[in-house]
């Protein structure tokens, strides 16, 4: 127990394991099942997530061991098998990837954790919609899982069992039709509804969250004051809210149409298949400032927290968010350019897409400036913060050639797309999140982790991701089209360095999971404040108490460090209120009050 | 609506003790009922999109074609989608009336008006089965159990092409019913003069102009095909005299039944109303194949606003044991000003349905 006789310091961090944690509160799975702490929400969560997030893995390493060669690697003697099985490949790492793991990751692991915690509140504001939004996910996890056992038995067995509707999946991600709904023979029905029921999980995270920004900010909380990470959330909150309806209503009318042959987007029966494709863009863009704007948050936590210094341009970064968040909305047209659309529309879509880069560069730019003049702490988060920044500036600046109708029409539907958003999804939204899972772990496990091994981890999973993705940018600029099997020779060298490339980088997530988990079991204790933050959820105890603090934490600037001192590495960061008042002008002084 | 109770908890400190209802993640019974209401409204701003998708899908049809749904309008009767907005519009204020019975801890007469609402929605959905019952009746069950869709495989030991022609002819004619014209069968429904394979009759075209010579272009086009008939009718509509061939496009004309021909060639003015009656003759080609859209997105439309009903029905009946247990005082009412809201939701997607589906001009 520290020698500051504040209340906060009394409760916040002593380093004695507290009698009654979170994780210790109720034993036995009922006490887990029927729970409404979002803490021990957020964990369970994460067991499905990461249980996704390897599933799809395997599919991405199946399909780039599948391109190691020109021709059918897996199936020699029979090419057709070998290209259908292809398809299956690539459409379930999509699927499984984006509806699974990148949308619910962020919001739904750290966001469930972290945020009320960051709020000093007790919970979310609505604990049981909070326990049914996990369950409709795991309902919704089932149906991709009857999909992909039903394909994976379908071909175990040379198609002797097949189960009902539910032979893989092999339409893409994106369910285009007409193909999902008239030729293909795979479980699209069973997919789609169950991307349905993960959207109805995703909209109840995001108007719980919604909630609870708004009516659970503690006194002193006003919105300019908030942790970068919620103003990120309710962002992405309100792209849930807002755009996901959409989907709901157009993966039940695709379902509609395969089934019942509805003709809506049909062209044989009067229909108009471009229509879906604006109807899904118009959610799956948004979605995707779904899956990278809490990992904007994150990044804003962990380059101030490992920089020591306030953060730079508060304001600028978040407003920046509701800005991508708004805009998001109104750029859907440009996955359509060669979809036939007039020449105007797209020219209208390209340029409001050009103006998201502007309040994506404000946040590249903030977060180098609150670097400049820090004391840099290279923790395993910070690594990962700072791959984030380099991968997410080549991922987001190759978005413009993208946005530009002359030089999309060349590189659509190329590896240079592929490339492009892998960037942006796993150079940024993944390496935010391992940061983020780093940087949190302590708090929520109340174990330290081995910093060297984590460093290592990043750097390898830094190193295979660029040789896996770079190369693809350069095949995708030679012509190499994006979901082929087969391909010229000339491409194979790039096939094979990308394909080594995703080995490395597997190797580098094991070695994070398995940092992760080792000091999950056997991790030194971790102290109340390992890293120094200032936001309130280093308040309380490492695991918090099932209450979340014992005494409420008073609220300040969530990035004014300067009255935590280091005291050991088994203590941590301690507040000491003799601490002298902040020299350097970062600090403390650019946030509104 | 609320503002006076929330009010009196605003000053109410915890000097009473917590009351039962109010869940431990909030400090005062005020802060849980706005959150309850902010949630309760954010999820209605996600349903209003859900919506929006298929208001979004109904104006880009329509806007292409606006003439199918001129057409295809006519299968739905105006007077029932009337009776539904009324009842709806009267359970709406029933719900409200309920609300207000809660907040003053009347609790019979919110018993009441729940049952009020309640039953509003069983008549809403009532309505419904009616009207869905004629559409199954008339080959309008969307998909492949739809006539005008050219997957429609033929239903009730109808071939396709029959089928097709009883829909016609039975919408027209209750249109024309509806309208007060004379009904089309009258003239039409007994001729049963066999149709030949080259038949193709002249129509006037002109949308606005109350056509003197209609009748005796009915009755030249019904006893023989005329001279035109043997023209192109692409060259035709060239100039303006719209030519159609009374089949259904691409399927084959030789079975096109003599009731189609009849209604079909009925290009009529309402002279009470002023309006015109769209004719499936009068169609193009193209809007001929695009029919079966207007009944996809009506089902779809009506059919999800139905099953929001059955959900707000589902909770009247939560609401009444709830109150028949005294679980509501002036205190805590939230359940009862939420589930409000989402009826007043529902009856407002129906404000919108009615007119769009049902009173196209």
Same mark, same amino acid.
């Given at each position: 127990?520290s020698?500051?006789a504040?209340?906060?310091?009394?409760?916040g961090?002593?380093?004695?394991?507290?009698?009654?944690?979170?994780?210790?509160?109720g034993?036995?799975?009922l006490?887990?099942?029927l729970?409404?702490d979002?803490?021990?929400?957020?964990?369970?969560?994460?067991?499905?997530?990461?249980?996704?997030?390897?599933?799809?893995g395997?599919?991405?390493v199946?399909?780039r061991?599948?391109?190691l060669?020109?021709?059918?690697?897996?199936?020699p003697?029979?090419?057709?098998?070998?290209?259908?099985?292809?398809?299956?490949?690539?459409?379930?790492?999509?699927?499984?990837?984006?509806f699974m793991f990148?949308?619910?990751?962020i919001?739904?692991?750290?966001?469930?954790?972290?945020l009320?915690?960051?709020?000093?509140?007790?919970?979310?504001?609505?604990?049981?919609?909070?326990?049914?939004?996990?369950?409709?996910?795991?309902?919704?996890?089932?149906?991709?899982?009857?999909?992909?056992v039903?394909?994976?038995?379908?071909?175990?067995?040379?198609?002797k069992?097949?189960?009902?509707g539910?032979?893989?999946?092999?339409?893409?991600?994106?369910f285009?039709?007409?193909?999902?709904?008239?030729?293909?023979?795979?479980?699209?029905?069973?997919?789609?509804?169950?991307?349905?029921?993960?959207g109805?999980s995703s909209?109840?995270?995001?108007?719980?969250?919604?909630?609870?920004?708004?009516?659970l900010r503690?006194?002193?909380?006003?919105?300019?004051?908030?942790?970068?990470?919620?103003?990120a959330i309710y962002?992405?909150?309100?792209?849930?809210?807002?755009?996901?309806?959409?989907l709901?209503?157009?993966?039940?009318?695709?379902t509609?149409?395969?089934?019942l042959?509805?003709?809506?987007?049909?062209?044989? +029966?009067?229909?108009d298949?471009?229509?879906?494709?604006?109807?899904?863009?118009?959610y799956?863009?948004?979605?995707?400032?779904?899956?990278?704007?809490?990992?904007?948050?994150?990044i804003?936590?962990?380059?101030?927290?490992?920089?020591?210094?306030?953060?730079?341009?508060?304001?600028?970064?978040?407003?920046?968010?509701?800005?991508?968040?708004l805009?998001?909305f109104?750029?859907?047209?440009?996955?359509m350019?060669?979809?036939?659309?007039?020449?105007?529309t797209s020219?209208?879509?390209?340029?409001?897409?050009?103006?998201?880069?502007?309040?994506?560069a404000?946040k590249?730019?903030?977060?180098?400036?609150?670097?400049?003049?820090?004391?840099?702490?290279?923790?395993?988060?910070?690594?990962?913060?700072?791959?984030?920044?380099g991968l997410?500036?080549?991922?987001g600046?190759?978005?413009?050639p993208?946005?530009?109708?002359?030089?999309?029409?060349?590189?659509?539907?190329?590896?240079?797309v592929v490339?492009?958003?892998?960037?942006?999804?796993v150079?940024?939204?993944?390496?935010?999140?391992?940061?983020?899972?780093?940087?949190?772990?302590p708090k929520?496990?109340?174990?330290?982790?081995?910093?060297?091994?984590?460093?290592?981890?990043a750097i390898?999973?830094?190193?295979?991701?660029?040789?896996t993705f770079?190369?693809q940018?350069?095949?995708?600029?030679l012509?190499?089209?994006?979901?082929?099997?087969?391909?010229?020779?000339?491409?194979?060298?790039?096939?094979?360095?990308?394909?080594?490339?995703?080995?490395?980088?597997?190797?580098?997530?094991?070695?994070?999971a398995?940092?992760l988990l080792?000091?999950?079991?056997?991790g030194?204790?971790?102290?109340?404040?390992?890293?120094?933050?200032?936001?309130?959820?280093?308040?309380?105890?490492?695991?918090?108490?099932?209450?979340?603090?014992?005494?409420?934490?008073?609220?300040?600037?969530?990035?004014?460090?300067?009255?935590?001192?280091?005291?050991?590495?088994?203590?941590?960061?301690?507040?000491?209120?003799?601490?002298?008042?902040p020299?350097?002008?970062?600090?403390?002084?650019?946030v509104?009050? | 609506?609320?503002t006076?109770?929330?009010?009196?908890?605003?000053?109410?400190?915890?000097?009473?003790?917590?009351?039962?209802h109010?869940?431990h993640?909030?400090?005062?019974?005020?802060?849980?009922?706005?959150?309850?209401?902010?949630?309760?409204?954010?999820?209605l701003?996600?349903?209003?999109?859900?919506f929006?998708?298929?208001?979004?899908?109904y104006?880009?049809?329509r806007?292409?074609?606006?003439?199918?749904?001129?057409?295809?309008?006519?299968?739905?009767?105006?007077?029932?989608?009337?009776?539904n907005?009324?009842? +709806?519009?009267?359970?709406?204020?029933?719900?409200?009336w309920?609300?207000?019975?809660a907040?003053?801890?009347?609790r019979? +007469?919110?018993q009441i008006m729940?049952?009020?609402?309640?039953?509003?929605?069983?008549?809403?959905m009532?309505?419904?089965?009616?009207?869905?019952?004629?559409?199954?009746?008339?080959?309008?069950f969307?998909?492949?159990?739809?006539?005008?869709n050219?997957?429609?495989k033929g239903?009730?030991?109808?071939?396709?092409?029959?089928?097709?022609?009883?829909?016609?002819?039975e919408?027209?004619?209750?249109?024309?019913?509806?309208?007060?014209?004379?009904?089309a069968?009258?003239?039409?429904?007994?001729?049963?003069?066999?149709?030949?394979?080259?038949?193709?009759?002249?129509v006037?075209?002109t949308?606005?102009?109350?056509?003197?010579?209609?009748?005796?272009?009915?009755?030249?086009?019904?006893?023989?095909p005329?001279?035109?008939?043997?023209e192109?009718?692409?060259?035709l509509?060239?100039?303006?005299?719209?030519?159609?061939?009374?089949?259904?496009?691409n399927?084959?004309?030789?079975?096109?039944?003599?009731?189609?021909?009849?209604?079909g060639?009925n290009?009529?003015?309402?002279?009470?109303?002023?309006?015109?009656?769209?004719?499936y003759?009068?169609l193009?080609?193209?809007?001929?194949?695009?029919?079966?859209?207007?009944?996809?997105?009506?089902?779809?439309?009506?059919?999800?606003?139905g099953?929001?009903?059955?959900?707000?029905?589902?909770?009247?009946?939560?609401?009444?044991?709830?109150?028949?247990?005294?679980?509501?005082?002036?205190?805590?009412?939230?359940?009862?000003?939420?589930v409000?809201?989402?009826?007043?939701?529902v009856? +407002?997607i129906?404000i919108?349905?009615?007119p769009?589906?049902?009173?196209?001009?």
């Open positions: 127990m020698s500051i504040t209340p906060i310091s009394k409760h961090h002593g380093n004695e394991p507290a009698a009654d944690n979170y994780l210790t509160h034993r036995g799975i006490s887990w099942a729970t409404i979002h803490k021990r929400i957020g964990l369970m969560y994460m067991v499905f997530v990461l249980l996704s997030f390897f599933i799809g395997i599919f991405a199946l399909l061991t599948e391109l060669g020109p021709g059918a690697l897996f199936i003697k029979d090419e057709v098998a070998t290209w259908r099985l292809y398809n299956h490949f690539f459409t379930l790492h999509g699927a499984v990837m984006v990148i949308i619910p990751a919001p739904a692991i750290l966001g469930n954790f972290v009320p915690l960051m709020l000093g509140a007790k919970d979310v504001a609505f604990p049981k919609l909070n326990l049914l939004s996990f369950y409709i996910y795991v309902l919704g996890a089932a149906f991709m899982l009857y999909v992909l039903g394909g994976t038995l379908s071909v175990a067995t040379g198609g069992i097949n189960l009902p539910g032979f893989g999946l092999d339409t893409g991600w994106t285009y039709t007409p193909y999902s709904t008239t030729a293909s023979k795979s479980g699209v029905v069973a997919a789609t509804m169950g991307a349905f029921i993960l109805f909209i109840l995270t995001g108007l719980n969250f919604i909630a609870s920004i708004h009516m503690p006194k002193g909380m006003n919105w300019f004051r908030m942790p970068l990470f919620l103003w962002s992405t909150a309100l792209i849930q809210v807002l755009a996901t309806p959409v709901a209503i157009t993966l039940l009318l695709l509609a149409e395969r089934t042959r509805i003709g809506i987007f049909d062209p044989n +029966l009067g229909g298949p471009v229509l879906y494709q604006h109807f899904f863009w118009f799956s863009h948004p979605a995707v400032y779904i899956m990278i704007l809490p990992g904007f948050g994150v804003s936590e962990l380059i101030t927290t490992f920089s020591r210094r306030h953060v730079f341009g508060y304001q600028f970064i978040a407003i920046s968010s509701v800005a991508i968040a805009l998001g109104l750029v859907w047209g440009h996955h350019f060669t979809s036939g659309q007039s020449d105007l020219a209208i879509f390209s340029l409001i897409t050009f103006s998201v880069a502007i309040p994506s404000v590249v730019f903030n977060w180098m400036a609150t670097l400049k003049g820090g004391s840099i702490h290279l923790n395993t988060p910070m690594i990962y913060a700072l791959c984030f920044i997410f500036t080549i991922g600046l190759t978005g413009l993208l946005a530009t109708i002359a030089s999309d029409i060349p590189l659509h539907d190329t590896y240079f490339a492009h958003f892998h960037y942006v999804m150079g940024s939204m993944v390496f935010a999140f391992l940061g983020g899972l780093y940087y949190w772990w929520m496990f109340g174990k330290m982790f081995n910093d060297n091994v984590g460093r290592v981890g390898i999973l830094f190193v295979g991701f660029n040789v770079l190369s940018f350069i095949m995708g600029s012509g190499m089209p994006r979901r082929y099997a087969s391909y010229p020779p000339e491409f194979q060298i790039y096939h094979v360095i990308s394909t080594l490339g995703a080995y490395t980088l597997s190797i580098g997530l094991f070695i994070a398995g940092n080792h000091a999950l079991l056997w030194r204790k971790a102290p109340a404040n390992p890293w120094g933050s200032n936001t309130l959820e280093w308040h309380t105890t490492s695991p918090p108490p099932h209450d979340n603090f014992a005494v409420q934490p008073s609220v300040g600037d969530p990035y004014d460090m300067h009255n935590w001192v280091k005291k050991s590495d088994e203590e941590g960061y301690v507040l000491d209120p003799d601490a002298p008042e020299t350097s002008p970062g600090h403390g002084t650019s509104a009050h | 609506m609320s006076a109770a929330d009010l009196a908890h605003a000053d109410d400190p915890h000097a009473h003790g917590n009351p039962a109010l869940a993640h909030f400090d005062t019974p005020a802060q849980q009922f706005t959150t309850n209401k902010l949630g309760m409204w954010t999820f701003a996600t349903e209003v999109l859900m929006g998708g298929l208001f979004c899908a104006s880009v049809y806007y292409n074609h606006p003439q199918v749904y001129l057409w295809a309008h006519n299968a739905l009767d105006p007077f029932w989608g009337m009776v907005t009324i009842v +709806l519009l009267a359970s709406s204020f029933t719900m409200a309920g609300v207000r019975a907040q003053l801890n009347q019979g +007469l919110l729940l049952t009020l609402t309640f039953l509003g929605g069983v008549v809403f009532c309505v419904k089965a009616v009207e869905y019952k004629a559409k199954w009746q008339h080959f309008l969307p998909g492949e159990f739809n006539s005008l050219a997957e429609f239903r009730d030991g109808k071939s396709p092409s029959e089928a097709r022609a009883i829909t016609i002819e919408v027209e004619h209750e249109a024309h019913l509806r309208s007060g014209a004379e009904p069968s009258a003239e039409g429904g007994e001729h049963a003069a066999p149709a030949t394979e080259t038949e193709v009759k002249p006037q075209h949308q606005n102009s109350a056509d003197v010579k209609s009748g005796a272009a009915e009755h030249a086009a019904g006893t023989a005329t001279e035109a008939s043997k192109p009718p692409i060259a509509q060239a100039i303006g005299t719209v030519v159609t061939a009374p089949d259904l496009g399927e084959s004309a030789a079975i096109v039944p003599p009731t189609m021909m009849a209604s060639t290009s009529k003015v309402d002279e009470k109303v002023g309006h015109h009656l769209t004719t003759s009068e193009e080609p193209l809007d001929k194949s695009q029919l079966q859209t207007f009944f996809s997105i009506y089902f779809m439309m009506t059919g999800l606003h099953i929001h009903v059955l959900v707000g029905m589902g909770l009247m009946v939560w609401l009444f044991l709830r109150a028949s247990a005294g679980q509501f005082t002036s205190q805590y009412f939230a359940p009862v000003d939420l409000g809201l989402y009826w007043h939701l009856d +407002l129906w919108f349905l009615f769009l589906l049902y009173l196209i001009h």
